[in-house]
């Protein structure tokens, strides 16, 4: 199927590795330019070196900015224009008990969550709606819907970015722009990997038996039962970036493995 996306311009905040990282390769396999984001120039590198190998004919760049320094949120506003497609994928987690969470835990977290996507769709979403296209989506969680108590936090942020994304959406009203936001589900990201990883090395464990009995644990109710691949997560980003999709505005849309029971 041609998405139609050929020759469109997209930024994506958060995309040295895990879903933001297989949402750039699958955009640029549609021939879209795509500018990464990462808080390390380092990692930013290798990242951007790694999708030039993958796709020498592409157009592709990188920005560095770390969404917790303002400063930095700055200039990398001031350097964003023209864009088609913005993907606000930026985002931190940590397992934390409630009662241990400082008030600079609640902003930090919110900080870079919930306002990059708010700084960057201020900045954007006025250029689409001048030339009457463009896309955001926004990458929330199943832990939005249904809180972790082990994150309430970062539960909060993810339910937040589904407010903003579904108010913005009243904006672009009678346009081309659509603003919607994917609820991912647990997800097989670099750091998972690596988390599971180091735990099957202490344990002993088999890498694969481990991630079964951590789903089985933590998501008995997952009807695919097993982590969901960053690349499945792209796959439905990449259809809302294209034109195809101008049907589909101000939705929240499950990508959750089914751990969702709600309707």
Do not use: C
Not at 24 to 34: D, F, G, N, S, T
Not at 158 to 171: D, E, F, P, T
Not at 204 to 212: A, P, R, T, W
Request: charged share 20%; no cysteine; glycine share 8%.
């Amino acid at each position: 199927m041609d998405l139609k996306l050929k020759g469109k311009r997209a930024f994506i905040s958060g995309s040295t590795q895990g879903i933001g990282f297989a949402i750039a390769q699958q955009l640029l396999a549609e021939a879209v330019e795509v500018i990464i984001n990462g808080r390390d120039q380092v990692k930013l590198d290798n990242s951007l070196a790694a999708l030039k190998k993958e796709f020498p004919d592409a157009i592709v760049s990188g920005i560095a900015a770390d969404f917790s320094d303002k400063q930095q949120v700055t200039e990398l506003l001031a350097r964003l224009d023209d864009i088609d497609i913005l993907i606000n994928n930026v985002g931190i987690f940590e397992l934390k008990d409630f009662t241990a969470l400082t008030d600079e835990d609640w902003y930090r977290i919110f900080e870079i969550n919930v306002m990059s996507s708010v700084s960057l769709s201020r900045k954007l979403l006025p250029q689409m709606l001048k030339k009457n296209w463009g896309r955001v989506v926004f990458i929330s969680s199943e832990s939005g819907v249904n809180i972790p108590e082990n994150m309430i936090h970062y539960g909060m942020t993810k339910s937040a970015m589904m407010a903003v994304s579904n108010g913005l959406s009243k904006l672009s009203r009678g346009t081309e722009v659509t603003v919607n936001t994917i609820l991912g589900g647990p997800t097989y990201s670099d750091g998972v990997a690596n988390a599971i990883g180091y735990l099957a090395n202490i344990q002993n464990q088999d890498v694969e038996q481990l991630k079964i009995g951590i789903m089985q644990q933590t998501n008995p109710h997952s009807l695919i039962g097993r982590f969901i691949d960053p690349a499945e997560i792209a796959h439905l980003v990449t259809y809302l970036s294209s034109p195809l999709s101008l049907a589909t505005n101000g939705a929240s849309i499950r990508a959750d493995g089914g751990v969702l029971k709600t309707l």
